[in-house]
């Protein structure tokens, strides 16, 4: 644990048995009628101390208290602002349970925060963001609106040991420490709590024996309580810890955490590897989009290019249900943005002749341009307008505005027409009039 300094923040500590004989210990005496007032009880056996951490946004403070003859559980410690009324999450353990609370101060209230190492929580990781409270994540942070304001002798009054019981106290009178609290200003400043240590050493075991035996260091992976606190999960100082990383699987996907497993680093990937189907994903992270999926993805031919991955899909369509089955694969019609990606796209529908036996009417693919909202306001199937004025009608076409007419409202790209690749508007929905299909998704 580290040494604290009083620039963060003051503290004023104190503890008290259910009896409410107290012992009062000034680490940084200055009144001040706004505090937090942490409250701590547990049902863990033998414990022996209790750690504590308070942190705000620029460092972090931590202490120990023995518990013995002077010192008993429940017992509370204040933390007062040094300047700023910002944030503080305080972190208290002991044995092998450690739970967190995070709140603000209120100007001119002593607002009493509770935290209850339970057993419960043994061996319980929660997400950022969050603390174990009696076995369960909750969240870390508590609105300090929602807290009681600290009145002496509030540690004795649950007999059940929970935080519920903070939700009824209501205005009842209780009676004062015995003897009361000091509130004279000490000017003198001890930024340590008196463990007779020296800085660096820690009396973890308790035993007068062998004296301040733990040396503090950093918590390497190595089955040692390097740090000299229980709470720190093995290796949390090794730089790799907790971070992504791709296990022994075939896949190259990060889905597992590095940890620390009897005194060495381990990937907790699933040995399962994810496999690539045709969803418009890079479902084993490797780089590619449905790659081994040709004619697997509604028989459907595969082809990158632009940054996109294109599926050139066999089964004659309307449009509507060209558009859903790109959907449905997890991608869209085909967006051709300029002539360059019109010319190589038109290069590899010729590559793939029409089926003599398909019921396709023409060498054709549906895209995802139309003009179904509005007549001869012409967009893609996302919303988006056509790229400047790259618009490669073929001749006569789009046959609506030719014709003064509004049925076909629907654009495929022609790639074997007479005239050079181009694009013709059609009927989106006809029962005959079917074409095969063109669908994108972006690499990225």
Same mark, same amino acid.
């Given at each position: 644990?580290?040494?604290?300094?009083?620039?963060?923040?003051?503290?004023?500590?104190?503890?008290?048995?259910?009896?409410?004989?107290?012992?009062?210990?000034?680490?940084?005496?200055?009144?001040?009628?706004?505090?937090?007032?942490?409250?701590?009880?547990?049902?863990?056996?033998?414990?022996?101390?209790?750690? /504590?951490?308070?942190?705000?946004?620029?460092?972090?403070?931590?202490?120990?208290?023995? *518990?013995?003859?002077?010192?008993?559980?429940?017992?509370?410690?204040?933390?007062?602002?040094?300047?700023?009324?910002?944030?503080?999450?305080?972190?208290?353990?002991?044995?092998?349970?450690?739970?967190?609370?995070?709140?603000? %101060?209120?100007?001119?209230?002593?607002?009493?925060?509770?935290?209850?190492?339970?057993?419960?929580?043994?061996?319980?990781?929660? $997400?950022?963001?969050?603390?174990?409270? !009696?076995?369960?994540?909750?969240?870390? %942070?508590?609105?300090?609106?929602?807290?009681?304001?600290?009145?002496?002798?509030?540690?004795?009054?649950?007999?059940?040991?929970?935080?519920? $019981?903070?939700?009824?106290?209501?205005?009842?009178?209780?009676?004062?420490?015995?003897?009361?609290?000091?509130?004279?200003?000490?000017?003198?400043?001890?930024?340590?709590?008196?463990?007779?240590?020296?800085?660096?050493? /820690?009396?973890?075991?308790?035993?007068?024996?062998?004296?301040?035996?733990?040396?503090?260091?950093?918590?390497?992976?190595?089955?040692?309580?390097?740090?000299?606190?229980?709470?720190?999960?093995?290796?949390?100082?090794?730089?790799?810890?907790?971070?992504?990383?791709?296990?022994?699987?075939?896949?190259?996907?990060?889905?597992?955490?590095?940890?620390?497993?009897?005194?060495?680093?381990?990937?907790?990937?699933?040995?399962?590897?994810?496999?690539?189907?045709?969803?418009?994903?890079?479902?084993?992270?490797? @780089?590619?989009?449905?790659?081994?999926?040709?004619?697997?993805?509604? $028989?459907?031919?595969?082809?990158?290019?632009?940054?996109?991955?294109?599926? %050139?899909?066999?089964?004659?369509?309307?449009?509507?249900?060209?558009?859903?089955?790109?959907?449905?694969?997890?991608?869209?019609?085909?967006? *051709?943005?300029?002539?360059?990606?019109?010319?190589?796209?038109?290069?590899?529908?010729?590559?793939?002749?029409?089926?003599?036996?398909?019921?396709? *009417?023409?060498?054709?693919?549906?895209?995802?341009?139309?003009?179904?909202?509005?007549?001869? $306001?012409?967009?893609? /199937?996302?919303?988006?307008?056509?790229?400047?004025?790259?618009?490669?009608?073929?001749?006569?076409?789009?046959?609506?505005?030719?014709?003064?007419?509004?049925?076909?409202?629907?654009?495929?790209?022609?790639?074997?027409?007479?005239? @050079?690749?181009?694009?013709?508007? @059609?009927?989106?929905?006809?029962?005959?009039?079917?074409?095969?299909?063109?669908?994108?998704?972006?690499? !990225?």
């Amino acid at each position: 644990m580290t040494t604290p300094s009083v620039e963060a923040f003051l503290w004023i500590g104190y503890a008290c048995s259910m009896r409410l004989a107290c012992f009062f210990l000034i680490l940084v005496g200055c009144s001040t009628p706004t505090q937090i007032v942490v409250i701590v009880r547990s049902d863990l056996p033998d414990v022996a101390q209790v750690d /504590v951490q308070v942190e705000s946004a620029t460092e972090t403070k931590s202490g120990r208290y023995l *518990i013995g003859d002077t010192v008993q559980i429940p017992f509370s410690f204040t933390v007062v602002p040094a300047d700023d009324l910002g944030e503080r999450t305080i972190r208290v353990s002991a044995r092998d349970v450690s739970v967190s609370r995070a709140t603000r %101060f209120v100007s001119e209230r002593r607002v009493a925060l509770p935290i209850f190492l339970s057993a419960r929580c043994a061996g319980v990781t929660c $997400a950022p963001g969050t603390s174990c409270n !009696d076995g369960a994540c909750v969240d870390l %942070f508590v609105d300090p609106d929602t807290l009681p304001n600290y009145e002496p002798g509030l540690e004795s009054r649950d007999a059940q040991v929970s935080d519920s $019981a903070f939700d009824a106290l209501g205005d009842a009178s209780v009676d004062t420490l015995d003897p009361p609290v000091d509130t004279s200003v000490d000017t003198s400043i001890d930024t340590s709590i008196d463990t007779g240590c020296p800085s660096g050493r /820690v009396d973890l075991n308790g035993d007068p024996a062998d004296g301040c035996e733990c040396v503090i260091e950093d918590e390497l992976c190595d089955a040692v309580d390097n740090d000299c606190d229980p709470s720190t999960p093995d290796g949390a100082a090794e730089p790799t810890f907790g971070a992504a990383c791709d296990g022994d699987d075939v896949d190259l996907c990060e889905l597992g955490t590095v940890r620390c497993t009897d005194g060495e680093l381990t990937c907790d990937d699933s040995p399962e590897s994810e496999v690539e189907v045709c969803n418009g994903v890079d479902d084993n992270c490797n @780089g590619d989009i449905d790659e081994d999926m040709d004619h697997a993805c509604e $028989a459907c031919s595969r082809y990158v290019a632009f940054g996109s991955t294109y599926q %050139f899909c066999e089964t004659p369509s309307n449009w509507e249900v060209a558009r859903d089955q790109c959907r449905a694969m997890g991608y869209e019609l085909a967006t *051709i943005g300029d002539e360059a990606e019109h010319l190589n796209l038109a290069t590899v529908g010729r590559s793939l002749p029409l089926d003599p036996e398909s019921t396709a *009417i023409d060498n054709a693919w549906w895209m995802g341009l139309n003009d179904r909202e509005v007549e001869d $306001a012409y967009v893609w /199937v996302d919303g988006n307008v056509p790229v400047g004025d790259f618009v490669p009608w073929g001749t006569g076409q789009p046959t609506d505005r030719a014709r003064g007419e509004s049925t076909r409202n629907c654009v495929a790209l022609r790639p074997q027409a007479v005239e @050079g690749p181009n694009w013709n508007d @059609g009927e989106c929905v006809h029962p005959t009039k079917v074409y095969r299909y063109l669908c994108e998704v972006r690499n !990225d």
